[in-house]
């Protein structure tokens, strides 16, 4: 961004587009249906893989690295055999359960109304598959 000088303000002007980045999280299945699964409390990789219906484990692997990254939740590793791993939402993740909880609460409450106006749309004339 430029000032009435012309000098530029560093970050100014780059700040919306890094908003991006968080919307990535936001907008990934996967990393919203893993912070809803810890927002319980920490929880085992095993626990998560059972409870996320449909993620890969490699999925939930890569989901988890880069929750961990972004600051989202922390992975403890005790030293027992076999090693116990668990996560667990850090203060920050805690607070993006409480952002996008509304979001999750909508999806579940109107899942039966897409489902049926999917259906309706794929059963008029002329329209191209889904």
Known sequence: MSTADGASRPGRQEEPCRTREVLNIVGDKWS??????????????????????????????????GLERDGILTRTVRNVMPPHVSY???????????ATAPLLEWSIAHLADIDAARAAYDARPGTPPA
Do not use: C, W, Y
């Not at 996320?52 to 690295?65: A, F, H, N, P, Y």
């Not at 667990?88 to 409480?98: C, D, S, V, W, Y």
């Open 32 to 65: 919203l249906l893993v912070v809803r699964n810890l927002s319980q409390g920490p929880r085992r990789f095993t626990e998560l893989k059972r409870a996320i219906d449909g993620i890969s484990q490699r999925m939930l692997t890569v989901t988890l690295r």
């Open 88 to 98: 667990e939402l850090t203060p920050m993740g805690r607070t993006l359960r409480q």
